[in-house]
Structure formats: structure tokens, C-alpha cells
């Protein structure tokens, strides 16, 4: 048994680190394990794809977190977000994931970004991590944009899953290799709002297998709604977990955008690619405007 942690010393905290991840061992080293407990992880959403990332990178062991979301938990939530309850509707995303994790390992220590991410703070919730995961809600493109240029210039990798019916689509950024968000998803400050969200779809997820079974009709980029499935969030954070565990112990090759790569259950098919020039891939630029044209 481990004694309450409020009174916790040293010798406790050891002992609850090596029974509560003593079953990961096998997988990983011992002195993996040691080295994810002092990583510093920053997670920027706490909905259904960041609230499942935390969930799961603490019981992988990682020890360290930022963590930042301005939102409130709502009824409308309940279908995919790890943390929306009815006790928790109209509580703060981020204050009860928060206490969710420290229920999981007390031991946790994690700085709070309750505002958000913006241009005020966002070089204090990048300083001390190696790798940032984008769990942003879908439309919230300018935030999203300012996260991955600002950790490209600070040397941090971005891990964006995104849910796509059943599906996830999973893209790494590096800032050593590879290409920029603006370049990879051909980003320019004269685009519109539902130009930079079409150009963001298509390149997330340049195969697109879930447009097979997904109603398009119910995709309305002007009042900002689309279908998403707890299902698919569970299944984002476990490929952006398994890909921040890479990036965090140097194990393995990391394939960097504009390496894409979108695994489906329910097709029970796995596509990944190399998509020369991103989104300004000729086939690319051809989606592109063919969407427009039949949506706009």
C-alpha cells in the first residue's frame, strides 16, 4: 500500500513509481522509465483528443506537464471527451482533467495555462518541453498555426492526431527536419478562414479514408460543427503518445511531415505516405480546388 501523498516524502514517491509502472517494464528500460518521469510534456486542448493524450501519457509515466484550455465542459461533449460528466458540466476542461491526472499519480506536477494559448504566453508554455501535442479544437486554426510556428522556433516537436470518423491521421512536425506548418499545409495570411481549415483537412489526412462512410453533409465549417467519435479520440492518443514516447527516449527513426499517416478500424486499413511539397502536391491542389468549388 502507498500512504496518502499529501504527506508523501521522498521514499514513498520512489516506491509509488515503481509499482505503479512496474508493468511497463519489458517495453521499456528501467532507465526509460526513470528518464520519462522527469520529462516535461505540453498538452494545448483538454477536449477529446488532449484530454485522452494526458490521460494517457500519465499512465505511461511521463511526470511533467503544461497544460492549457480556456473551455468549459457541456452536454455536447459527453460523446468523446474523457472528462466530461454531469457532476462536470460547466466546470473548467482544464481544472478537472487536471485533477483527473493527479488522481492517476499524485505525484504529477503540472503548470496550468487557463487562458489558453495566445502570443502572451505562448513561449512560457513551450519553455522546458521537448514535445508539444495539439489537441485544439478543429476550428481553431489561428491558435493552432501560432503553436506549431512558435515551437518550430523554439526547437519543440508537435504531434497533431486528429479524429477523422473512425479513424485517426497523425502528422509530426520536427524542427530540425522536414517541413513547417505553413509550408506543409501551404498557409498564406491572404487565405480565408475556411480556406486555411480545407487546406488543414486535406492535409491532415491526404488518403482520407473516413470519406467513405462520413456524411459531408453534416461538416458546416460556418457554424464550426462536424462528426467526431470518442472512438477515434481514444485511438489519437494512442498513436500521438506512442510517437511523444519515441521523440522522448531517441528510439527510432522519426518521420517528420511531410510523412502522413492515417490508421482506420473500420476499413481495417492502415495508409501512410510521403507527400512531396504538402499541400502544393499537384493531386493536392486539385482537391483543393475541387472542394472549393462544390462547397464555397
Avoid at 121 to 127: E, G, K, Q
Avoid at 139 to 151: G, K, V
Avoid at 241 to 256: D, F, N, V
Wanted: hydrophobic share 40%; aromatic share 12%.
Amino acid at each position: 500500500m502507498i500512504s496518502d501523498p499529501s504527506s508523501a516524502n521522498g521514499d514513498r514517491e520512489e516506491l509509488f513509481y515503481q509499482k505503479a509502472f512496474a508493468r511497463n517494464i519489458g517495453l521499456l528500460t528501467e532507465e526509460e522509465q526513470k528518464k520519462l518521469r522527469t520529462s516535461s510534456v505540453a498538452i494545448a486542448g483538454m477536449g477529446g483528443a488532449g484530454g485522452a493524450h494526458l490521460i494517457t501519457l500519465v499512465r505511461t509515466g511521463i511526470g511533467n506537464f503544461n497544460l492549457a484550455d480556456f473551455d468549459t465542459f457541456e452536454v455536447a461533449n459527453i460523446n468523446r471527451q474523457y472528462g466530461a460528466r454531469y457532476p462536470d458540466f460547466d466546470r473548467a476542461k482544464l481544472e478537472v482533467m487536471a485533477e483527473e491526472a493527479l488522481r492517476i499519480n499524485p505525484f504529477l506536477k503540472i503548470k496550468n495555462f487557463p487562458e489558453g494559448i495566445n502570443e502572451a504566453n505562448i513561449d512560457a508554455f513551450l519553455t522546458g518541453v521537448k514535445v508539444v501535442l495539439d489537441g485544439l479544437d478543429f476550428f481553431n486554426f489561428e491558435t493552432r498555426r501560432l503553436l506549431f510556428n512558435r515551437a518550430r522556433e523554439k526547437g519543440v516537436y508537435v504531434i497533431t492526431a486528429g479524429p477523422m470518423g473512425y479513424s485517426s491521421a497523425l502528422l509530426v512536425f520536427s524542427p530540425h527536419e522536414g517541413m513547417g506548418f505553413d509550408e506543409y499545409f501551404d498557409i498564406h495570411d491572404s487565405m480565408s478562414e475556411k480556406e486555411k481549415l480545407l487546406s488543414f483537412a486535406l492535409g491532415l489526412a491526404p488518403k482520407a479514408t473516413h470519406i467513405k462512410y462520413m456524411d459531408p453533409s453534416k461538416v458546416d465549417l460556418d457554424s464550426k460543427r462536424g462528426p467526431s467519435l470518442g472512438i477515434a479520440c481514444q485511438l489519437c492518443s494512442s498513436l500521438a503518445a506512442t510517437e511523444t514516447i519515441r521523440i522522448l527516449l531517441g528510439k527510432g527513426k522519426i518521420k517528420a511531415a511531410p510523412h502522413y499517416f492515417q490508421f482506420d478500424p473500420y476499413l481495417q486499413v492502415y495508409k501512410r505516405g510521403y507527400l512531396r511539397w504538402g499541400n502544393r502536391n499537384p493531386v493536392q491542389r486539385l482537391k483543393r480546388w475541387y472542394v472549393k468549388k462544390v462547397s464555397f
